[in-house]
C-alpha cells in the first residue's frame, strides 16, 4: 500500500553556488546546541542542489534507491533511546521520493506495510534491465519491546514504476533479520541474523526469483574445511556482482579470528572498530543454485569493520571498506583492507576525523559511562554506513559520521586518505550513500532533515580529476 501525500516544499530552483560554510572547532565536532539541524548547513567541497525534509519526521535512517527514486526508512518508535516526536507515529513508513528533478524531490507517499512500517536498517532496493526489487523488514521485531526470536515480515516490492512500488508479497522470516541485501539479480534476498552478544547468528535466503511467492532457502553459517559449520553474528553483506562472494560484516564468530574480542561484559571494545572483522566467503553454492549449499571462508580481516563493508577498487587493485559504528567519543571510523590475496586479506589504511581521536574526547557523560561506552551522546562524529563512489574505479569514499556528517573523502592513495568535503546539517546522518557518476548528484539522509541532493563544486571535480558536468547532465 502506498499511502498518497500532498507534495512538500523543496528548495528554491537552480541554487547558486554558494561559499564553503566552514564547521567550527575540531574536525567532526558538534557544539552541544548545534546537535539539531542547523538553519543553514556547514560544508565544504559541496553544494545543496535539492532537499525533501519528509514530514519533518525525525526517524529517518536507511537510504536506498532505484531508477530516478530513493527510498527512505523509519526506525521502530522510542528505539534504543532515539527521539520520535508523538505527532509522528503517522509519518512512519517507508518514504517513496521521486528525485527525477534533484532540484524539487517530491515525497509520493508512504510504504507501511507489516514489514515496511518500521524497517529502520533492515532495507534494500535492486534496478537490473528487467527486475527492479525493493525489499523491507521490520527491524528488531518491528515494535517496541519485540524479542531477538519474534519473527519479523517481510514486504517485497515491484518497482518498474519506481514512484508507485508495488506489493508482491509480504512473507516473514523464522528469526530476526538486522539489515538486508538483495543480490544483483533482484532474484535473492540475503537477511543477516545476529544473536547480541553471543556471537551467534548467520544469513537466511529467500529466493524470489517468483515475486509472488518467496521460497525459504535456510540459514546458513560458515562451512570451514574441516566440515565444521560455525555462526556467525552478521551485520550487513555486499555481494559481488556474480553473487560468488559475499563479504560480511562480522560482529563476532568462533571462526577465523572474528572473535578475538569478547563481547562480554558489555564495554566499548565490545563493539569497537578492533570487535569483530570481515569475513570473504565463498557464495557460488547459492548463486549458482546448487543443491545443499553451503557458505565457505575464504578468508577474514580482524578489525577490518563489523558493521557494513563495501568492494572497492582503487587503481585496478581490489579493496573493502568497512567500519563499525556508534559508540561514545572516539566513536568508530572507516578502514580500508586489501583483497588481492582473498585468503590473506591485508588492512591498508583508515580514515579519522579530529573526533575520533581519544585526546579530543570530553569526559563520558552519565549516559555513556551507564552503556560502557556503546550509546553515544549527541553530537558524536561516529561511523555509520559507509559507500564509495564507484565499485569498480573508486575515487571517493563516501561516510557518514552520524553528528559529523557526510565526510567525502579521496581514497585514491588508500594508505592515506585524505577528507576533500563534507555536509554537515547538524542532526545525524545515517544509512547508505547514493553517487551518480553520470550526474555528479549525492544523495543521502539525515535523521531529522530528510533526503538531501549534493552534489560536488566545479573546482573540485577538477581537482579529483573527476569528469566536468555540464547542466544539461546535471538536472
Not at 264 to 277: I, N, Q, T
Not at 448 to 464: F, M, N, Q, T
Request: contains cysteine; proline residues 8%.
Amino acid at each position: 500500500m502506498l499511502l498518497a501525500l500532498s507534495a512538500t516544499a523543496a528548495l528554491p530552483q537552480s541554487p547558486p553556488i554558494a561559499p564553503d560554510r566552514l564547521e567550527t572547532g575540531l574536525q567532526g565536532q558538534s557544539r552541544s546546541e548545534e546537535a539539531t539541524v542547523l538553519a543553514r548547513p556547514y560544508t565544504k567541497g559541496v553544494r545543496v542542489i535539492g532537499h525533501e525534509p519528509i514530514l519533518g519526521r525525525d526517524s529517518n535512517v536507511q537510504l536506498t534507491w532505484a531508477d530516478h527514486c530513493a527510498y527512505v526508512a523509519s526506525m521502530p518508535p522510542k528505539f534504543l533511546g532515539w527521539a520520535m516526536k508523538p505527532n509522528n507515529l503517522e509519518t512512519t513508513g517507508v518514504a517513496v521520493i521521486d528525485v527525477a528533478d534533484p532540484r524539487a524531490p517530491q515525497l509520493t507517499g508512504l510504504l507501511r506495510e507489516k514489514g515496511a512500517m518500521y524497517s529502520a536498517e533492515t532495507m534494500h532496493a535492486v534496478s537490473v534491465p528487467g527486475r527492479k526489487v525493493l525489499a523491507a523488514g521490520a527491524y528488531a521485531g518491528g515494535h517496541e519491546g519485540a524479542k531477538p526470536e519474534d519473527a519479523a515480515w517481510l514486504d517485497i516490492y515491484d518497482v518498474s514504476d519506481c514512484a508507485h512500488p508495488r506489493l508482491t508479497a509480504e512473507v516473514k522470516w523464522p528469526e530476526n533479520a538486522h539489515t538486508i541485501t538483495v543480490s544483483p539479480n533482484g532474484r535473492r534476498v540475503y537477511g543477516t541474523s545476529i544473536d547480541p552478544f553471543t556471537g551467534k547468528g548467520g544469513i537466511q535466503v529467500f529466493d524470489i526469483s517468483d515475486m509472488a511467492h518467496p521460497r525459504y532457502l535456510g540459514k546458513f553459517g560458515l562451512a570451514l574445511p574441516d566440515g565444521s559449520i560455525q555462526p556467525m553474528a552478521v551485520h550487513e553483506i555486499s555481494l559481488s556482482p556474480d553473487e560468488r562472494r559475499i563479504y560480511a560484516g562480522v560482529l563476532s564468530s568462533t571462526a577465523g579470528g572474528l572473535g578475538s574480542v569478547k563481547l562480554m561484559p558489555l564495554r566499548y571494545e565490545s563493539l569497537a572498530p578492533d570487535a569483530g572483522g570481515i569475513a570473504i566467503i565463498d557464495n557460488s553454492d547459492i548463486g549458482f543454485g546448487r543443491p545443499n549449499p553451503k557458505l565457505r571462508l575464504i578468508g577474514t580481516a580482524p578489525g577490518g569493520g563489523w558493521h557494513s563493508v563495501m568492494r572497492a577498487r582503487i587503481r585496478g587493485v581490489p579493496y573493502l571498506v568497512g567500519a563499525a559504528e556508534l559508540g561514545a567519543c572516539p566513536g568508530a571510523w572507516p578502514r580500508i583492507t586489501r583483497i588481492s590475496d582473498e585468503r590473506h586479506p591485508v588492512r591498508v589504511g583508515e580514515f579519522r576525523l579530529a573526533m575520533n581521536r581519544a585526546e579530543n574526547c570530553p569526559p563520558q557523560d552519565k549516559a555513556e559511562a551507564a552503556s560502557h561506552g556503546l550509546a553515544p551522546r549527541l553530537g558524536t562524529a561516529t561511523a555509520h554506513f559507509n559507500d564509495v563512489d564507484s565499485a569498480t574505479d573508486t575515487r571517493l569514499g563516501l561516510f557518514n559520521f552520524m553528528w559529523g556528517g557526510l565526510r567525502i573523502v579521496d581514497l585514491r592513495d588508500p594508505a592515506r586518505p585524505t577528507e576533500v568535503a563534507y555536509f554537515k546539517p547538524g542532526d545525524a546522518c545515517t544509512g547508505h550513500v547514493r553517487y551518480l557518476p553520470e550526474t555528479g548528484q549525492i544523495w543521502l539522509t539525515c535523521a531529522a532533515s530528510g533526503l538531501w541532493v549534493l552534489e560536488l563544486k566545479p573546482e573540485l571535480r577538477r581537482a579529483l580529476g573527476l569528469p566536468a558536468i555540464s547542466g544539461a547532465r546535471r538536472h
